[in-house]
């Protein structure tokens, strides 16, 4: 009897994951396409919008909902240009340029009908997913002109989210199969990031940033050898480029240093992207499509040396303080606390107790008003607004003394706000206020990095 599924490893060794900008011009488009072209084996390449795409889409939405038809339509016409370009560029023959007009002539007539129509959530993230369907469908159809055998793997095919957006990672292993069993005479696949069904099976997203997500789900989910995600930059770097002049790329970070640079904002990576390739084991190489040369940034489960590996900082997050005397020697005080957050579907970030008051972060404030009015029962409140959590990480709880004394030496002209250490042996979070933000990253830069 014939082996009806082979394992999947056998197929597909490699997920590789383009942004914005590694594909938001016709030549890099083509660079990418050598590029993959030249990678041994079977790969999946998941790519992104092209760059400033979905940020054109997310305006247009907005004057949609906001019924101003006229704004919306000027950006349309504004984006349409702009491919209308692009393609021009991307292909050679004619024959191919006739094909790239058909495809943007078909995804602005949807833009158009979509505007036409009642304009609702639904239609709003049609509307989103429309940016990587159309950048897939432009690749696909440039590696066709050059003769590179490739199939488009529909991303709205396999990838989902289930009522508490959380990606469905076995349903999505389990469509999978089927469809790379079909596709298994190619080498290079080519799928859509950021985007997926929801539960009531409506097209949604993996919010901003989400193709790092994508990459890493179908990564676990196939067991693949290496996850490889092409950017605009040498890998993770150990402080905010966008903030701190001098930066300098790592080589190796542990999933655990990686997930919590990127949950606490290291915008290299989508927030959740490590935590499925953790899951499996699955290597992530951080690589620089500009720059093909340099050396990136290995992610995987093996330790490395070095106490402090990188900073990273979250904005948009608000503190809020509990102080009640009832909190004295009382147990149980805690619990009914986190219980109001749970109730309101409200993660915190960091925490931290006296005996009489606890201080917790949030960046969700969709419910603050109602969880600050259940919170009143327990004592008095206090919030603060417009604060950014500040991440240290790296390997801080080794014997080494003088962790903490090394980073508030190099705060020290920097108002702190809460403290958060020990939770996890690689991470050290501070609280300041946003307007700090950019001093204290940059003291801490010369501070813990000689930068
Ligand atoms: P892509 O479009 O390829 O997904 P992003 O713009 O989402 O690229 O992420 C890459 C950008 O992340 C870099 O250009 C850089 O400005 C920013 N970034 C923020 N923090 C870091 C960091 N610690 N290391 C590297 N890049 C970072
Ligand atoms: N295109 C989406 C965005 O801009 C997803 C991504 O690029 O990762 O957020
Ligand atoms: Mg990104």
Redesign the pocket.
């Known amino acids: 009897m014939p082996c009806i599924f082979t394992p999947l490893k056998i197929f597909i060794m490699l997920v590789v994951k383009?942004?914005?900008?590694?594909v938001g011009k016709p030549e890099r488009m083509k660079k990418i396409a050598n590029l993959v072209t030249g990678m041994a084996g079977k790969k999946i390449v998941v790519l992104?919008a092209l760059?400033g795409t979905t940020n054109a889409l997310v305006r247009i939405g907005d004057s949609l909902l906001a019924t101003q038809q006229i704004a919306a339509h000027n950006e349309i016409a504004e984006l349409e240009k702009h491919y209308q370009q692009f393609i021009k560029e991307l292909y050679e023959s004619e024959a191919y340029q006739a094909i790239g007009q058909e495809i943007v002539s078909r995804y602005f007539s949807l833009f158009r009908l979509l505007a036409a129509g009642k304009f609702d959530d639904r239609s709003y993230h049609e509307l989103l997913a429309q940016g990587e369907l159309i950048s897939t469908e432009l690749f696909y159809h440039h590696l066709q002109e050059k003769k590179i055998p490739a199939r488009l793997l529909p991303a709205l095919h396999f990838m989902s989210i289930d009522e508490n957006q959380e990606p469905e990672l076995e349903k999505i292993s389990e469509r999978l199969k089927p469809i790379l069993e079909t596709m298994s005479n190619v080498d290079i696949l080519v799928t859509q990031g950021y985007i997926c069904r929801n539960h009531r099976n409506e097209i949604d997203n993996l919010k901003r940033?989400g193709?790092?997500y994508t990459a890493s789900l179908i990564g676990a989910a196939i067991r693949a050898e290496e996850i490889q995600?092409?950017?605009?930059?040498d890998?993770?770097?150990?402080?905010?480029?966008?903030i701190v002049k001098k930066?300098v790329?790592i080589a190796e970070l542990t999933f655990d240093e990686a997930s919590e640079?990127a949950y606490f904002?290291?915008?290299?990576?989508?927030p959740s992207t490590i935590v499925p390739a953790q899951k499996y084991h699955v290597p992530v190489l951080?690589k620089n499509?500009m720059d093909e040369k340099a050396k990136g940034t290995v992610i995987s489960d093996k330790g490395s040396r070095g106490q402090f590996k990188?900073?990273?900082a979250k904005d948009g997050i608000t503190a809020i303080k509990i102080k009640s005397s009832r909190m004295l020697l009382a147990y149980g005080f805690l619990r009914k606390v986190f219980e109001v957050f749970e109730r309101y579907k409200t993660p915190i970030d960091m925490i931290s107790t006296s005996e009489v008051a606890v201080s917790v972060t949030i960046d969700d404030n969709k419910n603050l008003n109602q969880i600050l009015e259940e919170l009143k029962s327990f004592g008095s409140i206090e919030v603060d607004t417009d604060q950014t959590i500040i991440c240290i990480v790296g390997n801080l709880l080794s014997e080494k003394e003088g962790v903490l004394k090394e980073v508030f030496q190099a705060l020290a002209p920097v108002p702190i706000r809460m403290v958060s250490y020990g939770g996890s042996p690689n991470n050290i979070s501070i609280l300041v206020g946003t307007a700090h933000k950019e001093k204290a990253l940059t003291l801490l830069n010369s501070g813990l990095f000689n930068l």
């Open positions: 383009f942004g914005g900008t590694s992104s760059s940033g193709s790092d995600i092409w950017t605009d930059i890998g993770m770097h150990n402080n905010d480029p966008r930066t790329p640079l904002g290291a915008k290299i990576l989508h951080l499509t990188a900073i990273a």
